[in-house]
Each structure stands twice: as structure tokens, then as C-alpha cells.
């Protein structure tokens, strides 16, 4: 079965996806927010290898960048922000438009799910401290049924 990396069309596809999300998130008032203190000049690229190996792919993120542990301590100790988590997953559903997934797709639906998970529990998990994140987490993996034990 192929999986939900190939179906995205692999590290290209997933870097097209995360350009589009970058771009929608810098243009939205509320989620931008997020960006405001700056950001890495290779973000939509770090980011599309975080999605690649979460969803299939290769561990080029693990690999180069860090683990699970770093992602999370980045997205912590900011407070609750749900209208940022919200505006972001919206984000997320318009930038699959702009890379030409359809609502009738499953791998929409699958994509969708996997960030709308990903960013209302392990990127906002630790409200308080990014001093709260325990070390040593991996990358979770996402496929075509959910999330991998």
C-alpha cells in the first residue's frame, strides 16, 4: 500500500504543501502571530521533512534537525491559543486547495487530520514551559488510519 508521503507526492509535494501553508499562515492576522518573533530562512523546508517522515517518509528530519522533543519545545510555554491553532488548521485546509487536493480526495481528508491532530495535542500540549516537554520524543507517525502505535 502506498503511503501517505508517496500519496502527497513525497518530499516535493509535502515542500509545495508547506509553501502554501507558510504563505497562508504569514498572510492571516491571528496565526501570524506565531511567526512574529521570526523564523528559521529554510522553514517551509525543515517543515515539509517533519511532515515527510510524520507521514511515511524518510527521517531527513530526525536525521538533520533535531527530534520530536525540539519541534514541541519550539510550539511551548506560550499560553492557550486555540483562535491560533483554529486559524492555522484553516490555513492547513486552504493551502490543500492551493496544491490541488480536492474535498473528495481521501488524501485530503487524511492530511487534515493528521495536522488538525498534530497541532490540538503534541504542539500544544505544553502550555506553561517549554521546560515541560520530556526528552527523548519521537516523531509520531500518521497513516492511512490515524495515528501509529
Known amino acids: 500500500m502506498q503511503s501517505v508521503y508517496e500519496a502527497a507526492g513525497g518530499g516535493k509535494g509535502l515542500l509545495r504543501l508547506a509553501e502554501a501553508w507558510h504563505s497562508r499562515v504569514m498572510a492571516d492576522d491571528v496565526v501570524s502571530h506565531a ?17 515527510a517522515e510524520a507521514l511515511g517518509g524518510p527521517t531527513t528530519y530526525s536525521d538533520a534537525y533535531g527530534d520530536e522533543t525540539s519541534v514541541v519545545r519550539i510550539h511551548s510555554g506560550n499560553g492557550p491559543h486555540e483562535e491560533m491553532d483554529r486559524g492555522a488548521i484553516a490555513c492547513f485546509d486552504q493551502a490543500l486547495e492551493d496544491v490541488g487536493l480536492s474535498t473528495a480526495e481521501p488524501l485530503r481528508q487524511v492530511l487534515h ?30 497513516s492511512w488510519d490515524g495515528l501509529q502505535r
Not at 511567526?35 to 511532515?51: K, N, T
Open 35 to 51: 511567526f512574529s518573533h521570526g523564523y528559521h530562512p529554510q522553514h517551509s523546508e525543515r517543515l515539509a521533512a517533519y511532515w
Open 113 to 142: 487530520d493528521y495536522f488538525a491532530w498534530a497541532t490540538t495535542t503534541t504542539m500544544s500540549r505544553h502550555h506553561e514551559s517549554a521546560d515541560d516537554v520530556p526528552e527523548g520524543l519521537k516523531i509520531p507517525r500518521w
